[in-house]
């Protein structure tokens, strides 16, 4: 039983590790399951901000919700900036296929942050998602200057 968990386990690790590139029939559909998804994330992301500035009333249960929802979402999108998704209808800067590193860097860094804002958020205090949320923001806009059109 303990071998067929195991297994189980293991191909599935294997399905999600699977590019997402691979689920777009076209390149715009890519373009558009990572705007959706950018779109979402921002909208919880600025409930967390609102309240982290005493723009809302702070509230933890919902602090915690929208932050983990935030986290969840910041791992969907980069799998969407395969080849061909740098025309159509995107603001992506093409410094996102020539600096690649970098920009890999940078998502990995907000990601960093958010995971961080969200374990802040879990806590139940103010004051830590206030704390977090600075540094989680200045990676979010740190790649909207290097790698994202006005």
Known sequence: MKQATGLVAT???LAM???AQAQFAKPEDAVKYRKATFNVMAAHFGRLGAMASGRA??????AAENAEIVA???KLPWAAFGEGTDK???RAKPEIWKEAAKYKEASDKMQAEIAKLNTAAKAGNLDALKAAFGPAGASCKACHDNFRKD
């Open 57 to 62: 009333p702070y509230d933890a249960k919902a």
């Open 17 to 19: 590790s699977m590019p």
């Open 11 to 13: 191909l599935l690790a």
């Open 88 to 90: 159509g209808e995107t």
């Open 72 to 74: 969840t979402l910041a």
